[in-house]
């Protein structure tokens, strides 16, 4: 099982980025999947959660009206297409896939939004 996030990186105050999750090993399809992301010396929070056929979502407030998620189960692959951004959305992004009892993790990776 592998969940593989791409798409980080440094980014000014109120430009784009969009993560990809790219997942293997498992029935994509089958499962809801989540974006988290941990800033230093922060918990791990939820920031946006898709449904398995894609028709239901969930943002956090913090990241409402700017954050869009999407998947495509042909292609095994969850994005996050990340909109005006802040410097308080820097973090490390963590993409998780989950179907009571399985729980899968990705690696992470790090955006950074700064001037």
């Known amino acids: 099982v592998q969940l593989v996030e791409s798409g980080g990186g440094l980014v000014q105050p109120g430009r784009s980025l969009r993560l990809s999750c790219a997942a293997s090993?498992?029935?994509?399809?089958?499962?809801?999947m989540r974006w988290y992301r941990q800033a230093p010396g922060k918990e791990r929070e939820l920031v946006a959660f898709?449904?398995?056929?894609?028709?239901?979502?969930y943002y956090d407030d913090s990241v409402k009206g700017r954050f869009t998620n999407s998947r495509d189960n042909n292609k095994n692959t969850v994005y996050l297409q990340m909109n005006s951004l802040k410097p308080e959305d820097t973090a490390v992004y963590y993409c998780?896939?989950?179907?009571?009892?399985?729980?899968?993790w990705g690696q992470g990776i790090q955006v950074t939004v700064s001037s």
């Open positions: 090993g498992f029935t994509f399809s089958r499962y809801g």
């Open positions: 898709i449904s398995r056929d894609g028709g239901t979502t």
């Open positions: 998780n896939a989950y179907s009571r009892p399985y729980d899968y």
